[in-house]
């Protein structure tokens, strides 16, 4: 039997001169940034952890965990038979014009007895989790 006998599987040994050894867990999984917007936006279904910030009103910070969401993706655009215009909608400006500027993603829960619930604008450098997975800059 070697000096590692009785440690944790998934654990890593530390020796220090003294003799003494401690264990220490391996790396968490991560993600990029990119890649986890890349995955929203195939609409499968995904969990997610986020810090809430709301500029308006300049409240957050609260860490926000949702389950099964998706992203909210726009309508697809009107076309119009050749050689004839269409208007797609009032030209009043929308609620938020700085949407845009501010780069947020709209998400909703796609399950039907939620149906009551909102959805949410969420700031994709405010994301810590997706899939279980820490995400990092990238």
Do not use: C, M, W
């Given at each position: 039997m070697g000096k590692f006998q009785g440690l944790t599987p998934g654990r890593f040994p530390v020796l220090y001169p003294a003799g003494q050894m401690l264990e220490f867990g391996g790396m968490e999984s991560t993600i990029l940034r990119s890649a986890v917007i890349k995955q929203m936006d195939t609409g499968e279904p995904f969990d997610l952890v986020f810090v809430t910030l709301d500029e308006n009103r300049d409240t957050g910070g609260d860490l926000i965990t949702v389950q099964g969401y998706r992203k909210k993706k726009g309508e697809p655009a009107a076309t119009a038979a050749p050689g004839q215009v269409r208007k797609t909608g009032?030209?009043?400006?929308?609620?938020?014009?700085?949407?845009?500027?501010?780069k947020t993603i709209t998400i909703f829960n796609?399950?039907?007895?939620?149906?009551?619930?909102?959805?949410?604008?969420?700031?994709?450098?405010?994301?810590?989790?997706?899939?279980?997975?820490?995400?990092?800059?990238?």
């Open positions: 009032d030209l009043t400006p929308s609620k938020d014009p700085e949407r845009k500027k501010k796609p399950d039907p007895d939620a149906r009551g619930q909102h959805p949410i604008g969420v700031h994709p450098p405010l994301f810590q989790y997706f899939n279980n997975k820490r995400i990092l800059n990238g």
